[in-house]
């Protein structure tokens, strides 16, 4: 019986940022692949003696599929370990295709998106009430390019928090979208660098006008998550419209409005 393949998110690389499901996994593991070294320390850190450890960096797609399906045929647990989380921007379907081809069984465990850890980083939010309650997860046209209507000028007309992956090279073209977009010179945009890396984490602050020579200041130039929202900064503001969750005029599930009740329904709790 051959093993099963677990596509495992190893989180954004802090080593304690992976799940526990996705770091019990890595200590049963036979075989771990991991992408590069964003992840190695969660593969070193946590398989077990005699593990085989390869670093996917220099193989092609399918000479990944070939090493995980021999490694599948000697071990029961095989793990594909991926930066963040398994389904964004990490070729899942690319990888899972061809091993429904060959019978073998595999799973996807998920992890903290370094969309989510940069938030963190910085201390900011990703939504905020009667600000902005949509977040848009998306990349510029760099070699990939973007399917139609999802350029960033026609995202970025939403005016919503905006994460950028895969983008830092081509900053000139995040500002030259946002511009076009209709976004203000000053407004607020944060870079951050290797989110929840131990010693590594650089944030940097600035404006649609000023953060490409704010991130060349601080020699940015790889594994950035760029965040453009509305809601950056919030914490210095004199004012902001409260979660309705904590307002005491709210009546949902778990409590009782102490004052008038607001009208809006409460069948589901909001932030
Ligand atoms: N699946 C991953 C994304 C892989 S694409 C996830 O969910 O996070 C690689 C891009 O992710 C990088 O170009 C960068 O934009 C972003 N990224 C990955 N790790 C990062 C980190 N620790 N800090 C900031 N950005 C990161």
Redesign the pocket.
């Known amino acids: 019986m051959p093993g099963t393949i677990w596509f495992v ?1 190893a989180g ?2 802090d080593p304690d940022l992976i799940t526990v499901k996705g770091r019990r996994l890595l200590e049963q593991a036979g075989a771990i692949l991991f992408a590069g070294s ?1 992840v190695d320390q969660a593969a070193t850190q946590y398989a077990p003696p005699g593990c085989v450890i390869r670093d996917s960096k220099d193989m092609t797609l399918e000479e990944m599929t070939a090493w995980l399906v021999e490694a599948a045929g000697r071990h029961q647990t095989v793990v594909r370990l ?9 070729a899942l379907v690319e990888m899972t295709r061809p091993l429904d081809a060959t019978g073998i069984a595999w799973k996807v465990v998920p ?5 989510m ?2 938030a963190a ?1 910085a201390g900011e939010t990703l939504t905020l009430p009667e600000v902005t309650q949509t977040v848009i997860l998306t ?1 510029v046209a760099g070699r990939t390019p973007m399917p139609a209507g999802e350029e960033l000028e026609a995202l970025a007309a939403h005016r919503t928090t905006l994460c ?5 090279t081509l900053l000139h073209e995040v500002q030259r979208a946002l511009r076009a977009a209709g976004w203000p010179e000053d407004a607020p945009i944060v870079v ?6 131990p010693g590594e ?1 650089k944030v940097v602050r600035g404006t649609l006008a000023d953060i490409k020579k704010r991130c060349q200041a601080e020699k940015i130039a ?5 965040i453009a929202s509305p809601a950056l900064g919030a914490r210095d503001w004199p004012g902001i419209a409260r979660s309705k969750l904590y307002d005491p005029a709210f009546t949902h599930r778990f409590r009782r409005a102490v004052a008038p009740a607001d009208a809006a329904p409460a069948s589901e709790a909001p932030q």
């Not at 991926?82 to 990490?90: E, F, I, N, R, W």
């Not at 790889?222 to 760029?226: D, G, L, R, T, V």
């Open positions: 998110g954004p690389g964003l991926q930066t963040g989380d398994p389904g964004l921007y990490g992890g903290v998106s370094s969309a850890a940069s980083a990349r950028l992956f895969l983008s830092i951050v660098q290797k989110a929840s890396w984490e790889s594994q950035a998550m760029i």
